[in-house]
Nanobody, 115 residues
Framework: QVQLVESGGGLVQAGGSLRLSCTAS????????IGWFRQAPGKEREFVAA????????SYADSVKGRFTISKENAKNTVYLQMNNLKPEDTAVYYC????????WGQGTQVTVSS
């Protein structure tokens, strides 16, 4: 069983920054790929970014490339999503996810970007 807790969301003006955190318990994240997804009102959940177990390879959705950075700190069992130059279309609930013996999701953290 893995528990994921996201934090760091909030209200920010367009052009601002936020750093989201996803802390895992019940399993070390160092051996697994971790991903961030988001879901805006009325839309399907979409991929945002992912990072490999070693942290050496990252992947981003085209819509966030150059603005978002995913990283991990294995010692804290935590993955981060640094979000810069935020846009109103980034408004969504952001979730982290990990697949070990099963697929686990956090409860999400709300990000709201005002224009």
């Amino acid at each position: 069983q893995v528990q994921l807790v996201e934090s760091g969301g909030g209200l920010v003006q367009a052009g601002g920054s936020l750093r989201l955190s996803c802390t895992a318990s019940g399993r070390t994240i160092s051996a697994y790929v971790i991903g961030w997804f988001r879901q805006a009102p009325g839309k399907e959940r979409e991929f945002v970014a992912a990072i490999t177990s070693s942290g050496g390879i990252t992947s981003y959705a085209d819509s966030v490339k150059g603005r978002f950075t995913i990283s991990k700190e294995n010692a804290k069992n935590t993955v981060y999503l640094q979000m810069n130059n935020l846009k109103p279309e980034d408004t969504a609930v952001y979730y982290c996810t990990i697949t070990t013996d099963a697929e686990y999701w956090g409860q999400g953290t709300q990000v709201t970007v005002s224009s």
